[in-house]
């Protein structure tokens, strides 16, 4: 199974050229944020080209866990090369429907904590699952937590995991349909125990009338609309037909 350490690399300069456009566009906090992206996927592809995954936002952190060759002196480290998370916006627009401005938003990956370590990729014990190992353990996760929580309607993957992508390195992006949800979408997350699944997991939990007015003209809005393979649905929900099925 094949690394993602080139995408890593290729999005990190992406988001470098994005720093300088915000900067010269005067967006100082976008520039702030995009230099930051674009500084941990690229320490992150560093650890991913020599055996070893690592996790979290705090790119100082990343820096000082990479293998010792490559760790650079203390002066680097001293420039706060790790950025503060409070600056950044706490969510990123998700779908904006035309003619009415309606914004679904989720959890920006730069406030969420990270307890998970450096773990080798060679290593014999731990072994980085495939596709369909996490598109059965989210599966098994669907059904028990159906069982819990009769609001939920259905589960279905998108992103590397649903497009074929999905490689070591690779988190797991997960749509939630729930009936009703009260609490503002940037905190739907929490209640449901997404640890317990193999891979890290971005969470997006909508109601049926968020997910019909996504907009498919939008990045996001045609990724779940047209993009999502639905892992679990109960009988009552009908998923759109040009949408597959998994395995």
Not at 199 to 204: A, E, I, M, S, Y
Request: glycine residues 4%; proline residues 9%; charged residues 20%.
């Amino acid at each position: 199974m094949s690394t993602r350490t080139q995408d890593w690399w290729r999005q990190a300069e992406r988001d470098l050229n994005l720093a300088r456009l915000a900067r010269d566009a005067a967006c100082h906090k976008w520039a702030c944020f995009a230099a930051h992206q674009a500084a941990e996927k690229a320490v992150k592809a560093l650890h991913l080209a020599h055996g070893q995954e690592a996790w979290g936002h705090v790119v100082a952190r990343l820096i000082q866990e990479l293998p010792e060759p490559l760790r650079p002196g203390p002066d680097l480290l001293k420039r706060r090369v790790s950025l503060t998370v409070t600056t950044f916006p706490r969510a990123i627009p998700m779908a904006i429907r035309k003619g009415r401005h309606l914004s679904i938003t989720v959890p920006c990956k730069a406030n969420w904590p990270c307890n998970m370590p450096v773990r080798s990729l060679h290593s014999s014990v731990i072994v980085w699952p495939d596709a369909q190992t996490v598109r059965t353990a989210v599966r098994d996760w669907a059904h028990q937590q159906a069982e819990m929580h009769p609001e939920l309607l259905a589960v279905a993957c998108f992103g590397s995991l649903a497009t074929g992508r999905f490689g070591v390195g690779s988190d797991a992006d997960l749509l939630l349909i729930v009936e009703h949800a009260h609490a503002d979408p940037a905190e739907r997350h929490r209640p449901w125990p997404v640890e317990t699944l193999p891979v890290p997991v971005d969470l997006v939990v909508l109601t049926p009338e968020e997910w019909k007015a996504l907009d498919p003209e939008t990045r996001f809005g045609r990724m779940l609309l047209y993009d999502a393979v639905w892992i679990w649905h109960r009988p009552r929900w009908r998923p759109p037909s040009s949408t597959p099925q998994a395995p």
